[in-house]
């Protein structure tokens, strides 16, 4: 069974732009997570998506958004891109919502804002 | 609040050594607790979860965990360290839904 894919691997953009990921869970997962991971303030949850809503929000300004589609592929998008959104966006899939279901990471997309 | 502490940013230990990993949470209601493993451009492998039950839980690549509720305490060991062990570990508790709460991880060196 195929993992967790995301594309594209490696991004550049620079300030003020906006950018777009996508994330594909493994097949049958209806949950996919996404987290923000960076040096500074390591792993940070930013939302879960289930059944196309968005079931849980972490801590983070309304630039970050996310959806899910009906074959449960999520893409979270980032507006108006600032220098400290450098990071690595890691996306979990999960087979159902509930709490602390095993989630299964992808290997992120590197973003880089100059 | 729900957090995790990994004390220790860096450990060294020799090869066929063995090695613990510190991991402190808190956290209102019974823990769910995980160890991740990040290799340096790939994400994060489960390595062991515990949800209930008997406290020291076993895991993949010989590694083990014990939770000792009256220390908050969620260690990692392993009795003998390989090379190919050289890697991030992230120690997390689930919370409401699949949010997870990470440590700020150990990153472990291995040396011949």
């Known amino acids: 069974k195929a993992g967790v894919t995301q594309t594209p691997r490696y991004l550049i953009k620079t300030r003020g732009q906006q950018v777009t990921l996508s994330c594909s869970p493994i097949?049958?997962?209806?949950?996919v997570s996404w987290y923000q991971q960076t040096p500074g303030q390591g792993l940070q949850f930013l939302f879960e998506?289930?059944?196309?809503?968005?079931?849980n929000k972490g801590n983070f300004p309304g630039r970050f958004s996310g959806r899910q589609f009906s074959n449960s592929r999520s893409e979270m998008n980032v507006s108006t891109l600032e220098l400290g959104d450098s990071a690595l966006y890691l996306c979990?899939?999960?087979?159902?919502?509930?709490?602390?279901?095993?989630?299964?990471f992808g290997p992120g997309t590197r973003l880089t804002v100059l | 609040a729900q957090s995790v502490t990994q004390p220790d940013i860096h450990i060294t230990v020799s090869e066929g050594a063995s090695l613990e990993l510190r991991c402190n949470y808190s956290?209102?209601?019974?823990?769910?607790l995980f160890w991740y493993v990040q290799s340096p451009g790939q994400g994060l492998q489960l390595l062991l979860k515990?949800?209930?039950?008997?406290?020291l839980v076993q895991g993949i690549k010989g590694f083990e965990a014990e939770f000792k509720r009256s220390q908050s305490s969620f260690n990692l060991r392993k009795p003998s360290v390989h090379w190919s062990d050289a890697a991030e570990y992230f120690c997390?508790?689930?919370?409401?839904?699949?949010?997870?709460?990470f440590g700020t991880g150990t990153s472990l060196t291995v040396i011949p």
């Open positions: 097949s049958g997962h209806r949950s």
């Open positions: 979990a899939s999960s087979l159902v919502v509930g709490q602390a279901n095993e989630q299964f």
């Open positions: 997390a508790v689930g919370a409401t839904g699949n949010q997870f709460y």
């Open positions: 515990y949800f209930s039950g008997d406290t």
């Open positions: 956290y209102g209601a019974t823990p769910y």
């Open positions: 998506y289930f059944s196309e809503t968005q079931r």
